[in-house]
C-alpha cells in the first residue's frame, strides 16, 4: 500500500540515496504540475517528501507546498528535516541537532572515521549512503567492520552517557523487530519534473526504466518482499533492498546482489556486538534479539532458507 510521494522540485535536486544525479542543467518542475502532485498525494492520502535543488525556489512554489504536510529533504547546508551533504562539502560545526544524510564512496568511507566520530557527537541522526556499495569486495568486508565497530564504541559512549544519536549502519537493526526496506514501487513513488512516476528518482535521473502509471504498476508483486525467497526470511532488518541497485547488478529489481547483502550482514553483525556491549546499562535498549550467524551472504546457505 502506498504512504509516500517523492516529489522532484527539480531536475537537479540533490540526490540523496545510492544514485548519484547527473543532471545539471535547471528544470523547475511547472507549478502546475507541483500542484497536481499536491492534489494526487492528498486524494490518495500519502505524506510527501519534496526533494529541493540548490537554489532558492519562487514564492508561489514555496506557498503551494506549505499547504500540505510534508517533508523538506535539502542540499545541506540548507535546513530542511533531511540535509544531504556530499563528503568533500560537509562543515561539522553547522549540523549541530540536524538529521543529515551523508553520501560517499567506498574510498572516502574508509578515511572518514575522524569526520563521522565528530558528527555523530552533534547530529540527532547520521545516514551513511555508500554510491559505490557494488565495488565492494570481501576483502573489504574485514576493514568495514573494523571501521563499523570503532564508531560503535563511540556510539556506546554516547548512550551510557545518555544521549542518543543515530546511526542508520548500526542502530537501526537494534531497533527493528521486522524489515525496513526502501519499498519503491510498493510503498512509495517519484513524481518528476517531466510530471511522470517513477518508481524512485534513481530511475528517473538515470533513464533506466520507463516511467509507471501509479494505478497500475506492471507486476508489482515482483517489487513486494513477500515475491523475494532470500530477502524475506532474512534478518538483516535494516537492509534498504534498493530495488534500482539490484535491477544494476542483478537485473532483478527483487534480488540485491552478493556486495548489498555482504555489507548488510557486516553491518548487521556489528549492531549485534554494539547492543551486546550496552544491553545491560543502557536500560532504554528494546528486548530485540539480533542471533549469532555464521554467513554474510543467505545465498551461501540458500537451501536452509
Not at 37 to 48: D, E, F, Q, S, V
Not at 82 to 102: F, M, P, Q, T
Not at 295 to 301: A, E, G, K, L, V
Amino acid at each position: 500500500m502506498m504512504q509516500y510521494l517523492v516529489i522532484l522540485l527539480d531536475d537537479t535536486s540533490v540526490a540523496y540515496c545510492h544514485c548519484d544525479n547527473p543532471h545539471r542543467e535547471r528544470r523547475l518542475m511547472p507549478p502546475e504540475t507541483l500542484r497536481d502532485g499536491i492534489r494526487y498525494a492528498m486524494t490518495h492520502n500519502l505524506m510527501i517528501q519534496f526533494v529541493y535543488p540548490d537554489y532558492d525556489l519562487p514564492q508561489d512554489y514555496l506557498d503551494a507546498i506549505d499547504t500540505i504536510d510534508h517533508h523538506d529533504i535539502v542540499p545541506f547546508p540548507r535546513q530542511g528535516d533531511v540535509a544531504v551533504a556530499e563528503n568533500s562539502k560537509l562543515k561539522i560545526e553547522n549540523s549541530a541537532g540536524a538529521v543529515v544524510v551523508l553520501r560517499m564512496k567506498k574510498a572516502e568511507l574508509f578515511v572518514s572515521g575522524d569526520t563521522v566520530a565528530a558528527l555523530l557527537r552533534q547530529v540527532q541522526r547520521l545516514n551513511i549512503v555508500i554510491t559505490d556499495l557494488d565495488t565492494f569486495t570481501d576483502a573489504d568486508l574485514v576493514p568495514y567492520g573494523a571501521l563499523l565497530d570503532r564508531w560503535a564504541a563511540l556510539l556506546k559512549e554516547e548512550y551510557l552517557a545518555g544521549r542518543t544519536p543515530q546511526l542508520n549502519l548500526l542502530t537501526d537493526r537494534m531497533m527493528l523487530t521486522a524489515p525496513n526496506h526502501c519499498n519503491a514501487g510498493v510503498e512509495n513513488l517519484t513524481l518528476a519534473p517531466n510530471g511522470r512516476f517513477y518508481l524512485c528518482p534513481a530511475f528517473y535521473y538515470t533513464a533506466s526504466e520507463e516511467s509507471v502509471d501509479p494505478e497500475d504498476i506492471p507486476n508489482q508483486q515482483l517489487l513486494r518482499l513477500d515475491h523475494a525467497p532470500l530477502c524475506r526470511r532474512c534478518d538483516a532488518y535494516h537492509c534498504r533492498r534498493c530495488v534500482w541497485l539490484n535491477q544494476r547488478t542483478t537485473l532483478d529489481a527483487n534480488t540485491p546482489s552478493h556486495e548489498q547483502c555482504a555489507v548488510a550482514h557486516t553491518e548487521r553483525n556489528a549492531s549485534r556486538r554494539l547492543l551486546a556491549a550496552i544491553r545491560e546499562k543502557a536500560q532504554f535498549m528494546p528486548e530485540v534479539d539480533i542471533k549469532e550467524i555464521n554467513y554474510i551472504d543467505p545465498f551461501d546457505i540458500r537451501k536452509d532458507f
